[in-house]
């Protein structure tokens, strides 16, 4: 809660947007020139136009018949440059908009990319809901803004510019008056924007907050029923929710002041070229048409002013989002080795590992551990013994370990992640599906022909829920992932790691959603299936791991005992007290 | 709209902003009157003093139009926010009060998304726009009143050029209008995609399948990209066309004029005015136009919000009688198919529980075990059938009394961000004794114990810094704080070894001897002693007895028991 938030200077922001848009120089070179020619063409109408008008008023003014050939002359030309200037715009404002959402799209790619590739002991520290809405919420606000923020902001300063040539040329007196404007409003934006920026960030932390409050809740929503605790749950939302209107509304306004500041100040030059303007009209130093002529000017130089300053809250709402990409793409990948040859021929070995997940709580303490090349070892221990630990560190999930862990000798840190993980398929005690066909979810995209499925199939024992299934192997599984129970969902998870037809196979309470008549038929296969494989069996289900080669019991992160099921039963230790409470029912029959 | 009346009562600040606006507009409007006259009566006359007093009323003018501009600003900011702040609040409570069906149907990430995407779509767009699109017709409206006096002949043009404009922009967006609900499905489904990756990254790392899933990511954000360039290719266009549209009807004007002029029924200051006028004319529709490219979204973002809120919740509490004491729970031929479903989920359940006995629930997965229970604590109702409790239908009962009477864990254990005290007890009374004697029930004192914050360690959001049994406990934990008549396990101990299992068993039978006790499982070990088992197969009750009778007369409870046993 009391996080200290960094405020990253303007100047690293900057920087880091420009980085976004690198690699697109081309598209923003043709879109700055399409600017520069609307503005071009933009200020060159009004001053044609004048040419019209003077026509009259010398006609008028000189009792002359009106030299209307002339007049439709200028008219077109004027028509002419809106024309030029209407279909640049358009090319510019599409343009940018389109390359805004290409970098979108690549900064979505990256951040699933950098999503894939970061250590585990960070992504665990994160909240799902506050990542879900940087790859959408924040990715869309940069987009939306950087789409604009370049553009108009080239556009607009071409048109101050040409505006403010044309001043001078017709007084510099005057014309210096209405640029003094430019240091005061920049002052007075870059102030704004100071104290505006801590606000958009609490603003986006806070509705990460929300974010997140409404994912853990929306999805709890049974236990809350049960509980009858929609009320308790509806006032700490409310909570959240009202801070984060707080938030909104000071972020908003403060940003949102620039606008009446800046109309005042453009106002007070209006005045100032009014009332100076006149008293040297009076005096004899100015012409009466050159006030005119200013007025128009300054509208013209006020606008891009007024639509500056909105661009700059939108630069502070895409610097926020920015910051928050950022704080993803900035993280450490996972370190990977470089040997990519990587066999299994002789032995895996934990040596003298130690570990914790924090600090100060080890899970792991001075483990050592040896398994040879096909052998079935079961890991059998209490739940917290460090059973899941030592398998998320034999897959090189984590590498902040002390000691070593040894594949034929050869440290896992060392070899290529991805040859590596070949090696090993698993299946976790969460078992993860997702939206898609059951075939999809068994083989991914791999190319595997029909009868080594159908042999897969049949080995996992889920070839008869298959066929029970509308549309069989193509039935689709929706994105709640709920309408297959959690034992075919179970199935599916063992299925998949056959496919992979791994040299390791872990499996980690692969049996506890299974029900026991289908864990009966799958122990059977399994036994085949194991056969030519080292694998690596955590469960509580004793029934499971009897005919293991192996038996290591873990409690408080050590190796308690080691050896076959009657060996340990002989012991009469830990193993046999853990045994005979399953069996409690054939024990007291 | 549902949502629309979410404005009462922060209607002040629509109201505020209306009359800030009009105040700013005379303001504004009226500065170029007091410079005419700087012109006409100060410079015509040589008069200095004159042109010093009009001066200081424009200073004045223009500091007023200061103060109402920020009293504006900042009646606008207020109006967004609190109105995000109404429906963000509105909405997450009908969403917790939506039954297992609506959620189902609905699916978590569309809730989500429009909890708090769409809100803040609407904040967002109403904080920059809402100020503008009251300001710009009045300024509009304004200025069109100051032109029409000034030069009225000239009227018709302006009026034709407006209805053209509106006739293309009609045009236009009733092109546009339909993709942008589509645009808000793939922003779900770009939502859904990364949800997935996110919670699947071990086995995905595990199967070296990266490259797999973000092609599928990939696939939904092309979507969403080449959407967008479609839309925008449209909406852009409006900007420029917009904008040629007036300015040819400037050139028109002056051509016009200048035939007036020759006529001599027009001067030419009028003109120069009326062109003026037509410019604020003009900013006043651009500024109308830029919020009108935000408004399909927030439109969608309405119309998704508003559909959240139109949901008649199935499970309805109708019922009246506060339920306090719990005699006997009865399923009398109960049947229940889920909404589409071609095959019943449960079929023909009888059965009855008195107060004080051990009941066991056995079957294999998917065998509708837990939808049992959910039918009892009303997440969803009956097809046909009843179920009673002390003889009288649950639908009769006030809900929250209902759902009071039972101690539940459920079977995926759940668990929210925030202390262990809060995760146990809610906003419950906190007695040391009672939370002590649960925990120790169900086996998880030693975790408090050894923790330095003890009740107060924080769970990180879905409890990641738990383990499964540790989990697991701490919800057995809380089902008996929360003082339910009946306790209702749903396969509550699979992530927990035997020997802790069969100890939480041991003291829950000892400490909450009268309570009723329904434990949903597929161990035989954990209903042994149970005084009846009910065997459910497929949808079905298969048989009912204690153990001894079961395993000679049930078929599929002595399967269950051989599994067990062949492996010994």
């Known amino acids: 809660m009391n ?22 120089r081309k598209s923003y070179i ?22 019209a008008t003077d026509s009259l008023y010398n006609s008028i003014s000189n009792s002359l018949p009106f030299d209307i050939s002339y007049i439709v002359k200028i008219l077109f030309i004027v028509g002419g440059c809106y024309l030029i200037d209407a279909t640049c715009t358009y090319f510019k404002s599409f343009l940018a908009s389109s390359l805004g959402q290409k970098i979108g799209y690549d900064l979505r790619s990256k951040l699933i990319n950098k999503i894939n590739k970061i250590k585990f002991m960070d992504l665990d520290k994160m909240k799902k809901g506050d990542v879900i809405s940087k790859i959408t919420n924040d990715v869309e606000r940069l987009t939306d803004n950087l789409t604009e923020i370049i553009p108009d902001l080239v556009y607009n300063f071409s048109l101050i510019f040409g505006v403010i040539v044309m001043m001078y040329v017709l007084d510099p007196l005057l014309a210096t008056l209405t640029i003094t404007v430019i240091p005061i409003t920049y002052f007075l934006l870059s102030f704004i924007v100071k104290k505006t920026q801590i606000y958009f960030e609490l603003n986006q932390r806070a509705i990460g907050n929300v974010n997140s409050f409404v994912e853990e809740t929306v999805t709890n929503n049974d236990v809350i029923k049960s509980f009858n605790k929609e009320n308790y749950f509806n006032n700490k939302f409310n909570k959240e929710s009202a801070r984060l209107a707080d938030y909104g509304f000071k972020s908003s306004f403060y940003s949102s002041l620039a606008v009446p500041f800046n109309k005042a100040i453009g106002n007070l030059n209006y005045i100032i070229i009014v009332g100076v303007g006149s008293v040297s009209v009076i005096k004899g130093n100015l012409r009466l048409g050159a006030i005119q002529s200013f007025i128009q000017y300054m509208k013209d130089f006020n606008k891009p002013m007024n639509v500056i300053a909105q661009v700059i809250a939108n630069l502070q709402m895409a610097i926020a989002s920015v910051d928050r990409v950022y704080e993803i793409l900035d993280l450490n990948e996972e370190d990977n080795g470089y040997l990519d040859d990587v066999r299994f021929n002789n032995k895996i070995e934990f040596k003298n590992v130690n570990f914790s997940y924090e600090k100060g709580k080890p899970v792991l303490k001075n483990f050592n551990l040896t398994i040879n090349k096909g052998e079935k070892v079961a890991l059998v221990g209490k739940t917290g013994a460090g059973k899941t630990t030592i398998v998320n560190l034999l897959m090189g999930f984590y590498d902040n370990y002390d000691g070593q862990i040894l594949i034929d000798g050869v440290s896992i840190k060392d070899l290529d992640k991805k040859s590596y993980r070949s090696l090993i398929s698993m299946v976790l005690q969460d078992t993860w599906l997702f939206e898609g066909t059951i075939k999809e979810n068994i083989i991914y995209d791999k190319k595997i022909s029909d009868t080594k499925l159908d042999s897969i199939l049949s080995k996992s024992k889920i070839d008869h829920l298959i066929d029970s299934l509308p549309n069989g192997l193509e039935f689709n599984i929706n994105e709640e992932t709920n309408n297959i129970s959690s034992g075919e969902k179970q199935l599916l998870t063992i299925a998949r790691a056959l496919v992979a037809d791994p040299e390791i196979l872990i499996l980690d309470e692969a049996t506890s959603n299974v029900d026991t008549r289908l864990e009966y038929l799958i122990n059977t296969s399994m ?40 060996e340990l039963l002989k012991n009469k230790g830990y193993y046999y007290e853990l045994y005979t409470s399953q069996f409690e029912v054939e024990e007291n029959n | 709209m549902k949502i629309l009346k979410l404005m009462k009562g922060i209607k002040k600040y629509l109201i505020a902003m209306i009359a800030f606006s009009i105040l700013q507009v005379f303001c504004e409007l009226y500065l170029p009157n007091i410079m005419s006259d700087i012109v006409d009566i100060g410079i015509a006359n040589s008069n200095t003093s004159f042109i010093i007093k009009e001066v200081i009323y424009m200073f004045i003018i223009t500091i007023i139009g200061l103060i109402s501009n920020i009293l504006l600003v900042h009646a606008t900011s207020k109006f967004s926010n609190l109105y995000g702040y109404k429906i963000r609040d509105s909405l997450y409570k009908k969403i917790n009060s939506f039954s297992k069906k609506e959620i189902d149907k609905f699916g978590a990430s569309t809730l989500i998304t429009r909890s708090t995407n769409n809100v803040s779509n609407i904040t967002s767009t109403f904080s920059f726009g809402l100020r503008l699109i009251v300001f710009a017709p009045i300024m509009g409206i304004g200025a069109a009143i100051m032109g029409y006096t000034k030069a009225s002949s000239l009227a018709p043009i302006v009026t034709i050029a407006v209805i053209i404009l509106m006739l293309g922009l009609v045009l236009i967006f009733s092109l546009v209008f339909p993709k942008f609900e589509v645009l808000q499905q793939l922003l779900d489904k770009l939502n859904a995609s990364t949800r997935e990756i996110l919670s699947g990254l071990r086995v995905i790392k595990a199967f070296n399948k990266q490259d797999y899933f973000k092609k599928r990511f990939n696939k939904v954000n092309e979507e969403n990209r080449d959407l967008n360039i479609f839309l925008n290719k449209i909406l852009y266009l409006v900007q420029p066309m917009m904008i040629l549209i007036i300015n040819i009807s400037t050139i028109i004007i002056v051509y016009v004029s200048t035939l007036y002029i020759e006529k001599g029924t027009l001067e030419i200051g009028s003109m120069i005015a009326f062109i003026q006028y037509m410019g604020i004319i003009l900013t006043s529709f651009l500024i109308i136009l830029v919020i009108i490219l935000n408004i399909p979204r927030v439109i969608v973002s309405f119309k998704r919000i508003n559909e959240i809120l139109n949901v008649e919740v199935t499970i309805e509490n109708k019922g009246t009688i506060k339920l306090h004491s719990l005699e006997s729970i009865e399923f009398k031929n109960v049947y229940f198919r889920y909404e589409n479903a071609k095959k019943d989920m449960l079929k023909n359940i009888n059965f009855k529980i008195l107060k004080g006995e051990r009941v066991g629930i056995i079957g294999s997965s998917g065998s509708g075990k837990t939808t049992i229970v959910n039918l009892l604590l009303r997440h969803i109702d009956v097809t046909s059938g009843e179920i009673l409790i002390n003889g009288i239908d649950i639908k009769d009962y006030d809900i929250e009394s209902l759902r009071n009477i039972f101690a539940y864990t459920p079977q995926k254990t759940l668990l929210f961000k925030g202390s262990i005290r809060e995760n146990l007890l809610f906003d419950a009374k906190y007695n040391v004794d009672k939370l002590n004697s649960a925990m120790e029930t169900a086996e998880i004192k030693d975790f408090i114990d050894n923790n330095k914050e003890g009740y107060n360690y924080i769970v990180e959001q879905s409890a990641v810094n738990l383990s499964g049994g540790q989990k697991q406990r701490m919800s057995i934990a809380r089902a008996l704080l929360s003082g339910g008549e009946c306790l209702l396990f749903d396969d509550s101990f699979s992530s927990v070894d035997y020997i802790t299992d069969k100890r939480i068993r041991d003291a829950i039978n000892k400490n909450y001897k009268d309570k009723m006790v329904i434990l949903i499982t597929q161990r035989v070990g954990t209903i042994k002693n149970s005084d009846k088992i009910i ?29 067990q046993k062949k492996e010994v």
């Open chain 1, 3 to 24: 996080k200290k938030i960094k405020m990253p200077t303007f100047k690293e922001t900057i920087t880091k947007t420009f980085k976004i848009i690198k690699g697109h």
């Open chain 1, 527 to 566: 036994d085949n299936l194991m056969e030519d494989r080292t694998s690596i069996v955590i469960a509580h289900r004793l029934s499971t791991i009897i005919k293991s080669d192996k038996i290591i019991v873990i409690k408080n992160g050590q190796i308690l005992e080691t050896g076959t099921h009657k």
């Open chain 2, 535 to 563: 065997v459910i197969d497929k949808g079905a009750v298969e048989s009912i007895g204690n153990y001894d009778e079961l395993s000679k007369t049930s078929k599929v409870f002595k399967e269950f028991i051989d599994s």
């Open chain 1, 30 to 51: 043709l879109i700055i020139l399409f600017c520069i020619l609307a503005a071009i063409f933009n200020s060159l109408a009004p001053y044609f136009l004048g040419f």
